[in-house]
């Protein structure tokens, strides 16, 4: 019985395979920053919901189907074209919005307009848990979503929803996954064998880390309700279980199975590398946020993403509890979520004897700096061709790595990550030959290019129907790269920020109107210079423009193209193309306020070109080279 309604709900989602949003968050998937060959496909999901958001786009934008079908190029990858995805369940609701995913990742596979399930895949709740306490701690999640639109940065995308998981941890609070309640506008959680949702609140949502802290303030909620214990760090083959609410069913599901490995591990949706357990008990959409135990009943871990690959099967990625402590005690300590931070260097491991010798290594260790991030504390300390051979006294190995527990080693970056903001470092380095140690004050890396947008809603600036909006990477991945263009791409993905606040500004599109003749088919140009003045950042721009007296407004893009529009006219066009548009303002509210020069009168860095500090793919292309 339970198997013919799974199958009938399979059968709708494929009769709807339209759906715009995707099983897992949005943006879906993320790779890991530096740029890497990680492979993450979108799910090919769309929805009814494409008509009436092609309808109100101008005609030049790219089709949702169409972005879908080509989203993967748009995605960042790494070595070894691994393909990591979250897991989270988005149910079919009323408007006919269903979401699906690669199905025979999960065990699951089409045939025609039903589904055939993978026994092996089937997931029951195990006999001798069935009673046991600590199941009653994790409940369901249900999120209604609301994500910017990225491309008419004025608006929102059409809601959605999605379910998935969390378990509670005491003081009236609960953990689940970041992406598990990504642009929330609603969260409501129900617990084991009751029939009332609650709505719960977000506290803290960390991105790198993929962990979100909801609370609820309902007292009946919490009525003989006993928070999980957190575990030690698991080792190799000891058993798992995960626990939690995935596709299939409506009650709690339990899987079991093994540790397999623990690493340095890519985090899908937060662009992060951080310490992962991997696990071959089923993780199944829906399963994200859910707990993994120990025999002891003790939570070793959140479940949140799945190894996606025709080759392999049974991949799971727990959080382990040290990255959940972190998140916690940042918190904390600050009363939000910080992150996690960064040496802000570009490594080269040191594995050939002549590069050792050439470089005065005397011994089989260190690793390369081959850049240094010019926003990071580094920047003032470290230089290239330095050598590191040790962190805080632990040797650093010429592979990039540190000992691990007793007889196991791991990256480097492990140790950095186990740091908080505004922590020092003590690094031991080889400078032309001599050993000295210095002092690094740790911070979280500044991205030129941002894979989440702080506050939810993209800004942008709109003058006389130019619209200008800062590259990030969903706009990326709504646009794709056919229409970002390579070389715009390529700063995307290689280039450092030189300050902080630094962004690259893009002239998005033209909505057309008399004023902008002859400009209507630009899309996607960096703006660099507005009257010759180089632009920092889209506030920078809308100053610019504020303070502009002169006749001629001249906005200056790459590869010397200019756009001219004549200042008096623009401005009092302005009006009326956001009133033929339909759009509620010329600037987002974040632009409304005065601009505050962070960098001043700085002639080295307006002579500069932003955004063109880049590094070569091939910098990039092969084992030898590292971030910390």
Not at 378 to 407: M, Q, W, Y
Request: with cysteine; hydrophobic share 35%; net charge negative.
């Amino acid at each position: 019985m339970a198997v013919a309604a799974a199958a009938f709900w399979f059968t709708a989602l494929s009769s709807t395979a339209t759906c715009r949003c995707s099983l897992s968050s949005q943006p879906l998937f993320a790779t890991s920053r530096p740029p890497s060959r990680f492979f993450v496909p979108k799910s090919a999901t769309q929805s009814q919901n494409q008509e009436h958001n092609q309808r109100k786009k101008p005609p030049a934008r790219v089709s949702h189907t169409e972005r879908e079908a080509v989203t993967q190029k748009c995605t960042r990858r790494s070595k070894g074209e691994r393909f990591f995805s979250n897991v989270d369940d988005r149910n079919t609701n009323k408007n006919g919005r269903s979401q699906s995913t690669s199905f025979k990742s999960f065990g699951v596979q089409r045939k025609g307009k039903g589904v055939q399930f993978d026994s092996k895949e089937l997931q029951v709740e195990t006999g001798n848990l069935q009673d046991a306490n600590f199941l009653n701690a994790v409940v369901k999640v249900y999120c209604t979503h609301t994500a910017p639109d990225y491309s008419l940065p004025w608006q929102k995308q059409r809601q959605y929803t999605s379910t998935g998981s969390a378990f509670m941890i005491g003081d009236g609070k609960l953990l689940t996954n970041a992406h598990c309640v990504e642009h929330d506008t609603q969260v409501k959680v129900k617990r084991r064998g009751d029939d009332t949702k609650y709505v719960a609140k977000v506290l803290a949502r960390g991105v790198e880390c993929d962990i979100a802290l909801l609370s609820v303030e309902s007292e009946e909620f919490w009525k003989g309700a006993e928070p999980l214990q957190f575990g030690h760090l698991p080792r190799l083959q000891d058993a798992v279980t995960v626990v939690g609410y995935p596709l299939g069913g409506d009650t709690i599901s339990v899987t079991k199975g093994v540790v397999s490995r623990i690493e340095v591990t890519s985090y899908a949706h937060g662009s992060s590398e951080l310490l992962g357990i991997q696990i071959d008990a089923a993780v199944n959409p829906g399963n994200s946020g859910g707990p993994a135990f120990n025999d002891d009943g003790e939570c070793i871990g959140v479940a949140f993403q799945v190894y996606r690959s025709d080759e392999v099967e049974n991949i799971g990625y727990v959080i382990p509890t040290t990255v959940v402590s972190h998140f916690l005690q940042d918190y904390e300590r600050n009363g939000k979520y910080t992150g996690f931070p960064s040496l802000g260097v570009l490594l080269q491991k040191l594995e050939n004897p002549a590069l050792r010798a050439c470089l005065k290594v005397p011994s089989n260790e260190g690793v390369l700096i081959r850049k240094v991030e010019p926003t990071s504390d580094a920047h003032n300390t470290l230089k290239e061709g330095d050598v590191i051979v040790s962190f805080d006294d632990v040797r650093v190995g010429c592979e990039g790595t540190v000992p691990f527990r007793s007889t196991e080693r791991i990256a480097f970056r492990y140790l950095i990550s186990r740091k908080f903001s505004g922590d020092t470092a003590e690094l031991g380095i080889i400078r032309a030959g001599e050993f000295m140690k210095v002092q690094i004050v740790l911070s979280p890396r500044v991205d030129l290019v941002p894979y989440h947008i702080e506050g939810g809603q993209p800004s942008y600036l709109i003058v006389a129907g130019l619209v200008f909006t800062p590259l990030s990477e969903p706009l990326i991945q709504e646009e794709c790269e056919d229409s970002i263009g390579l070389k715009l791409l390529t700063k995307a993905r290689y280039s450092f920020a030189n300050f902080k606040g630094e962004q690259i500004v893009v002239l998005s599109q033209v909505l057309a109107n008399e004023v902008n003749i002859g400009y209507e088919d630009i899309s996607n140009e960096q703006i660099l210079k507005l009257n010759g003045k180089r632009i920092r950042n889209i506030h920078h721009l809308a100053h610019l423009l504020d303070s502009c007296k002169d006749k001629y407004l001249v906005f200056e893009f790459a590869d010397n193209f200019l756009v001219v529009l004549e200042r008096e006219a623009a401005l009092t066009t302005s009006t009326s193309i956001l009133k033929d548009y339909g759009i509620p303002s010329e600037r987002s509210s974040d632009l409304m306020g005065p601009y505050v020069d962070s960098i001043g009168q700085n002639d080295a860095v307006d002579q500069q070109e932003f955004g063109d500090s880049a590094e070569s793919n091939s910098e990039f292309g092969f084992d030898g080279l590292l971030w910390a």
